[in-house]
Structure formats: C-alpha cells, structure tokens
C-alpha cells in the first residue's frame, strides 16, 4: 500500500506489482550468491585462476573491482526495483531494458564456447547460474505490465 502524501488517501498496489518487486529481489540475492560461489567457494575458483594467471596481487585487485562493479550495479538494480513498486514507470521501463540487456547476454554466452564443459555437471550447474537470474527478471518483466500493473502505474503518474 503506499500512501499519497498530498491527501493522505491510500491506492492498494497489485499482487503482481509485490510478486514482480520480490522475484526482483531474489534476482540479486541470487546473482550475488553465484558471484560469492564463483570467485571463491566452487573449484577452480576464479580467485584461483586469476591468481595463476595474473599473480596474487593483481588477482585480489581484480576480484576486488568485480566486488565493486557487483556492489555498484546491485544497488542501481535496488533503486530502481524500489521506485518500481513505489509506481514510477520510468523505474519500470528501466527494469525491462535491463531485462532484455540481461536476456540478451545469456544468449549471446550461449552461442559462444562458454557452455562447452567437458561434464554434464559441469554444464547444468553452467546453466543454472546463468539462466536463473534472468528466470526472475524475466518473470518480473512479465508481471509488470499486465493490465492490473500497467492500471497501477498509470494511476501512480496521475497522483504525482
């Protein structure tokens, strides 16, 4: 529910409008978790492999402006997510390019040789990783602009 602070009158925000901003949120849990688990946890770690490429110091500089670039991107994504359930079309049409951007990226990675692994292991954790996120965003976009969402945001731009 959010409240206009003008009138003081209430306008209920749709379910599909609170299931989008949750599936969002998941999106970055998860893409931060499969970030944590790539970079440290799961063997060859990309700490690992950095380090034996590049050497231990430009390894941990690399890691720590991935580190930086996840945090920048998280809370841009944050924002927007959090204007978009305030009702801010502008917020909402940002998450849908992102959507695309990131839907675009995942088939992009898939014509190219990064899901030729030498192990079906190797390819379906591969694919989870990379295809969950978007599952999310995805399914957010969906939920967005269906008629209830599109009559939320348009009464939202109205009582501005």
Known sequence: MTMKPETGQTRTRPREVETAFLLLLVAIVVDTVVWVLDTFVISPSGLDEMRDEMGESEAIQQVAMSA???????????????????????????????????????????????????TMADVIYDLFISVSPVVLIAGAVVLMFLPTANTYFSAAKHSE
């Not at 997510?81 to 917020?91: C, D, E, S, Y």
């Not at 940002?94 to 992009?108: E, P, T």
Request: proline share 0%; charged share 15%; aromatic share 20%.
């Open 68 to 118: 930086g670039f996840l945090v920048f991107t998280s809370a841009l994504f944050l924002f927007f997510v959090f204007k978009m359930r305030q009702g801010r079309k502008w917020a909402r049409n940002a998450l849908a390019a992102a959507g695309a951007l990131v839907m675009f990226f995942l088939v992009n990675s898939m014509t190219t040789s990064e899901f030729h692994k030498e």
